[in-house]
């Protein structure tokens, strides 16, 4: 489909899925992580790079060998990266390393998005973590507040909850020695996210309105549409869309939104890379998350609509797969009964499982939610009905 070659920083469950779409249009991939992670595991090509996507020289080896660089993760050497723009004009990086630089840095990427007119949870940088810096931030923001790494956080790995005063000396020690801000308690009643991609051009393509539900912090389920009104889901998709453009370059970004008591919505954070609420895409949709980030950075064609659901009536759940917490590879149980259901597919990441890591996740498709969720009941366990 294309004779260019992608390079991915990062070899996780989304590069794997990168790699999965790009396998189909057979575009060669090249991946930047530790042996043997999982995209390396699936892909076309033996070039990989051994090393890390933090690591300057790593990353210019990886781009010694492509033509495209993209990410699957905000967590990267950014320097590296405009250096690279400057040496080598050539060679493509989407996101943009601006963006990424932007984003990365969630306090950096509040402080745009405020720029840019964009609704967003009240925050301040905690520049001098301190009991009494932190009770200051209590007094104006009210308890609970959320304590953030500003860096490297992924799935609640850098927040802590704040409930009152007697909890701030747990939360400076939880994330000591890292850039911290913190943010005001958002009261939702739901949380929503959509895919948005974007094209070369600028074009802007969104997917549909999704709910995630939160279990320990980390993404449990996602539906698929949001059991929102539909001027609710208009509303969240022009404030997503809105805060997209705003971030230059293309590519995919995943928008996660709280859907206030008031009626209100506020941007949580924007992820420049495929994201776990959009992993309902690839049987639900008639283009896949991956597919589309491929479409979007190699300049391949984005016709209308195809970022909607494959027929009108598609509805989805998305279960994502954890280790379990007690005996080991215990949730392939799981996954057995969702091979057992019907409009269910199982997606597994080659990762060892430990407690609570992602090791997979299982779409289930149906024409209506109520069906949806009976499959959902049968994959889980709270039925024993198996589904016909
Ligand atoms: P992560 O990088 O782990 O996704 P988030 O900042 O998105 O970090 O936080 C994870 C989850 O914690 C959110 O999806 C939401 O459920 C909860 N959360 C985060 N910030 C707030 C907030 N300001 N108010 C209420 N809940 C929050
Ligand atoms: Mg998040």
């Known amino acids: 489909m294309d004779s260019r070659t992608v390079g991915i920083l990062g ?15 057979n575009i060669k991939t090249v991946i930047l992580d530790a042996e043997n992670s ?3 595991q699936i892909t076309n090509s033996n070039e990989h790079v051994n090393g890390s996507f933090s690591n300057p020289l790593d990353i ?6 492509c033509d495209v660089l993209t990410i699957e993760i905000e967590h990267v050497d950014v320097p590296t990266l405009k250096n690279l723009q400057v040496k080598h004009p050539k060679l493509k990086i989407y996101p943009s390393p601006e963006t990424i630089g932007l984003i990365q840095d969630k306090y950096i990427q509040k402080e745009h998005l405020i720029k840019n007119g964009i609704a967003v949870t009240k925050s301040v940088p905690v520049e001098q973590p301190s009991e009494t810096s932190l009770l200051k931030v209590g007094n104006d923001f009210g308890f609970p507040f959320v304590l953030k790494s500003r860096t490297l ?3 609640g790995r850098g927040n802590f909850v704040v409930k009152n005063k007697d909890t701030i000396s747990e939360a400076l020690e939880a994330l000591k020695n890292r850039p911290l801000y913190a943010e005001k308690w958002a009261p939702f009643t739901k949380e929503l996210a959509v895919m948005i991609v974007r094209s070369v051009d600028g074009l802007v393509f969104s997917y549909p309105i999704v709910e995630t539900i939160h279990k320990d912090n980390i993404c449990d ?3 698929a549409p949001a059991r929102v009104p539909d001027s609710v889901q208009l509303k969240a998709k022009l404030l997503a869309e809105n805060a997209i453009k705003s971030f230059p370059g293309c590519g995919i970004f995943g928008v996660e939104m709280f859907y206030l008591e008031t009626g209100e919505l506020l941007i949580n954070e924007i992820a420049p890379r495929p994201h776990n609420s959009g992993h309902y895409t690839i049987d639900a949709c008639v283009t896949s998350q991956f597919e589309a980030h491929l479409r979007s950075i190699l300049d391949l064609p984005m016709p209308k609509n195809f970022t ?7 509805n989805a759940i998305m279960l994502n797969v954890l280790g379990d917490k007690q005996t080991k590879d215990k949730e392939l149980e799981t996954c057995k009964r969702a091979l057992a259901t019907p409009g269910s597919s199982v997606y597994l ?4 499982s430990k407690p609570n890591r992602k090791v997979g996740h299982i779409n289930i498709i149906s024409s209506s939610m109520d069906e949806c969720e009976q499959r959902l009941n049968y994959i889980t ?5 198996p589904i016909k």
Do not use: H, W
């Not at 210019?60 to 060998?65: M, T």
């Not at 909607?308 to 598609?314: A, D, E, N, R």
């Open 11 to 25: 070899g996780g469950q989304l590069g794997r899925m990168i790699v999965e779409a790009a396998n189909r249009l």
């Open 38 to 40: 999982p995209a390396k």
């Open 60 to 65: 210019e080896k990886l781009a010694g060998k």
């Open 153 to 155: 956080a992924y799935d």
């Open 221 to 223: 389920l996602c539906y």
């Open 308 to 314: 909607s659901f494959s027929t009108i009536t598609t």
């Open 349 to 352: 990441y080659g990762k060892e």
């Open 381 to 385: 366990g709270r039925t024993d009905i």
